[in-house]
Structure formats: structure tokens, C-alpha cells
Nanobody, 129 residues
Framework: QVQLVESGGGSVQPGGSLRLSCVGS????????MGWVRQVPGKEREGVAA????????SYADSVKGRFTISRDGAKNIIALQMHSLKPEDTAMYYC???????????????????????WGQGTQVTVS
């Protein structure tokens, strides 16, 4: 069992920055690769960024490349999403999610699919306006 708790959301003007944090717990947390997924009401969840547990490789949606950075602090069980140059279209509920994927290659193929993830946090709202 894995528990995830997000924080750091809020309201910011276009061009601003926010840093989201996700604290994970559970005996097997370190065995999960992690992603940030966002959702706008009425739309499907969208994978934003992910980090593989094995080699730390990262993946990003095209819409956030160069603006968002995902990182993992293994000692503190924290997954962070640093967001810069925020745009109104980044407004969404952001979720931290965990995927027990058997290989780096597999995770690289499916990280952006919400159904890949087994555990979810409660979400944190980001509003850019």
C-alpha cells in the first residue's frame, strides 16, 4: 500500500512559478515510478511529467517541456514538480500518482496514461489567471 499527499498548489499570475510536492509513504513506495497528472473539469486526466524509479529518467508532456521539472528525493520520499512560466492553460487539479512498472522501457511508453497508475493522491489545485 502506498499513500500520497500533495501540497503546494495555489493561484498565480501568468508567467509565475509554483512548486508542487508529493510526500509518499508505505513500505513499498521506493519501488514505484512516479508521475504528475492533471485534470481539468470535463476533460480526461493528462500526464504532465514522470520519473522512473530505476534510473531517474524523466518524461514530459510537450506542453510543459522546458517549463516544468520533476524530481525525486529518495531520502525524504518527496516527488516535486517545479513549474515556471505558468500559463492559463496550466490551470488544473494536479495529482501525484504511483506506478509499479516492471521496466524502464515500459514506463517510458505508458507514463502519460492515467490508467497506468495504481495509487493517487488527493490532488492540489493550480490556478493561473
Amino acid at each position: 500500500q502506498v499513500q500520497l499527499v500533495e501540497s503546494g498548489g495555489g493561484s498565480v499570475q501568468p508567467g509565475g512559478s509554483l512548486r508542487l510536492s508529493c510526500v509518499g509513504s508505505g513500505d513499498t513506495f521506493s519501488t514505484y515510478s512516479m508521475g504528475w497528472v492533471r485534470q481539468v473539469p470535463g476533460k480526461e486526466r493528462e500526464g504532465v511529467a514522470a520519473i522512473d524509479r530505476r534510473d531517474g529518467s524523466t518524461s514530459y508532456a510537450d506542453s510543459v517541456k522546458g517549463r516544468f521539472t520533476i524530481s525525486r528525493d529518495g531520502a525524504k520520499n518527496i516527488i516535486a514538480l517545479q513549474m515556471h512560466s505558468l500559463k492559463p492553460e496550466d490551470t488544473a487539479m494536479y495529482y501525484c500518482a504511483a506506478d509499479f512498472c516492471p521496466s524502464t522501457a515500459d514506463f517510458g511508453r505508458k507514463w502519460n496514461r492515467a490508467r497506468s497508475y495504481s495509487y493517487w493522491g488527493q490532488g492540489t489545485q493550480v490556478t493561473v489567471s
